[in-house]
């Protein structure tokens, strides 16, 4: 039975489904977020544990259409929570093999820099300096004097702010410019902590990561018991910032330990039927987590040859970074357009049309912004060691 290190490194070192991943975790997250601003924030009540098996049995006992919509919101469940926090789990695996790749804190921080903030600005300059004027409901001249314009911002540096003076009021999810901007801090906390082992020299030595790997995964699992400084799900969909650069460690070890890891199908199958399992009753998010995680890292390491020959541009982040302002001004200027018509037509057009908008923007910040910028990673000090397949760490 192959192992992970040996499927790296029959891969050049790297995982060949991965460009699959990221790409599919960025459209569905896109046409979720396009399905609920459509229509509103038409969410169900946070869950509670058995929420779905007790609907399914008064759906079955003659329930009507309100029970069998939890039902669906509580199968439903556990993919949602799944969608960011596999993205965490996959750079975490992949940004480990970057990092030891380079083994240099400031460049692994540049590449960070290079493939982040140019794609960032160039979002948070459009939604504020083009979308913001043209959708709000503020003259003109309050609304660049507005404070909040100006905090706008910091969201190229990390400090969120989800609202533009008097953008998307009246929409039917309000005033949110872009929600998606939530998982900024813990990324940029990823990679601090990713970078504080490099300085250190733990990320390179087998053992001492481990060490560092279980004591923090023992931290994690009591803080969710006892749910303090926060529980681990921040909402009814999403897990906390905090989790999520959990998960993030949990790819960067399953990279360090690849070769202790096996790539079994059969295992694929146990631990996706376990998370599933886990966080639809709700009995441990940390174990969830990392059946999570091993599904991810397997899914990568397979092959999809039809998606790479449809592809080869590297869409995700722009899919992830300008959907959620493009849906909201499709619904801006389409919904009154569409006032009356039955909720499934503005369903698949404001769907459709955010998925098509948003595809032109990602596949355009990709050619002129996001390529460009990689492309400077050249004038960055060399590695101080040949990039490998798959350079284990010492014992």
Request: aromatic residues 14%.
């Amino acid at each position: 039975m192959m192992n992970l290190d040996a499927a790296l490194r029959e891969n050049d070192g790297k995982g060949p489904g991965f460009h699959f991943v990221r790409h599919a975790l960025s459209l569905v997250i896109l046409l979720h977020h396009a399905s609920v601003l459509a229509v509103g924030g038409e969410r169900a009540p946070a869950a509670t544990k058995g929420d779905a098996v007790a609907s399914l049995a008064m759906l079955l006992q003659g329930g009507d259409a309100v029970f069998l919509r939890q039902s669906i919101i509580e199968l439903l469940r556990p993919l949602l929570f799944s969608l960011v926090g596999a993205f965490f789990v996959l750079s975490g695996f992949l940004v480990a093999g970057s990092a030891f790749r380079t083994r240099d804190t400031r460049q692994f921080l540049t590449f960070r820099a290079l493939r982040i903030a140019p794609a960032l600005a160039s979002e948070v300059l459009l939604s504020a300096l083009v979308l913001g004027p043209l959708v709000t409901t503020s003259a003109l001249g309050a609304y660049f004097g507005d404070p909040q314009f100006y905090r706008y911002f910091g969201n190229i540096f990390g400090f969120v702010t989800y609202e533009l003076p008097g953008v998307f009021a009246d929409n039917p999810v309000p005033g949110l410019v872009n929600s998606n901007l939530w998982t900024l801090p813990p990324e940029f906390y990823c990679y601090l902590v990713l970078s504080a082992l490099i300085a250190s020299g733990l990320l390179f030595t087998r053992k001492g990561f481990l060490a560092f790997f279980l004591a923090v995964s023992a931290g994690v699992a009591l803080t969710a018991s006892f749910g303090w400084p926060a529980p681990t799900r921040l909402d009814t969909t999403r897990f906390a910032g905090w989790f999520l650069v959990y998960l993030f460690l949990v790819g960067v070890a399953l990279w360090i330990l690849a070769a202790h890891v096996r790539l079994d199908k059969r295992l694929f199958i146990l631990f996706g039927g376990l998370y599933v399992l886990l966080m639809a009753t709700k009995t441990s998010d940390v174990l969830a987590g990392l059946c999570l995680a091993y599904c991810v890292v397997y899914v990568g390491m397979l092959r999809f040859p039809w998606f790479d020959r449809l592809l080869k541009a590297d869409l995700s982040y722009g899919l992830y970074l300008y959907g959620y302002p493009i849906t909201q001004a499709l619904v801006f200027f389409l919904l009154p357009h569409l006032d009356g018509a039955p909720k499934g037509v503005r369903l698949a057009a404001i769907m459709s049309l955010a998925l098509a908008a948003t595809l032109i923007f990602a596949a355009a910040s990709w050619t002129f912004i996001e390529k460009p910028a990689l492309r400077l990673k050249r004038f960055v000090l060399p590695p101080r060691r040949a990039a490998t397949p798959n350079l284990a760490p010492a014992e």
